[in-house]
Nanobody, 127 residues
Framework: EVQLVESGGGSVQSGGSLRLSCVAS????????LGWYRRAPGKEREGVAA???????TYADSVKGRFTVSKDNAKNTLYLQMNSLKPADTAMYYC?????????????????????WGQGTLVTVSS
């Protein structure tokens, strides 16, 4: 069965840190571009961080300098290290995989067009 399973979400205070993980089964990461999206209450899903097959990364302006995306192809695991968390980071976080790039020309690919999605993990940041 092909699936992505996220973990690591939780509740933290402003300024805290969390590390999200996303494990794939049924396919291997090395053939895919990977990334994290999030959906805050009442908002559209937005791209947060992406990592290409060659390991190069892209971040949304709102998380640059605070979040770090990485992957371990041997473990088929994608990570998102989130530091200096803010209440505005409160959202459901989803990992995604696609054989095309998640970002192009400064824009994020429509999340509805991506090949594979996880079920999400909730991050809540209190002030």
């Amino acid at each position: 069965e092909v699936q992505l399973v996220e973990s690591g979400g939780g509740s933290v205070q402003s300024g805290g840190s969390l590390r999200l993980s996303c494990v794939a089964s049924g396919f291997t990461y090395d053939a895919y571009c990977l990334g994290w999206y999030r959906r805050a209450p009442g908002k559209e899903r937005e791209g947060v961080a992406a990592i290409k097959r060659d390991g190069s990364t892209t971040y949304a302006d709102s998380v640059k300098g605070r979040f770090t995306v990485s992957k371990d192809n041997a473990k088929n695991t994608l990570y998102l290290q989130m530091n200096s968390l803010k209440p505005a980071d409160t959202a459901m976080y989803y990992c995604a995989a696609d054989r095309r790039q998640l970002t192009y020309g400064g824009s994020w690919r429509d999340p509805n067009a991506l090949e594979r999605w996880g079920q999400g993990t909730l991050v809540t940041v209190s002030s």
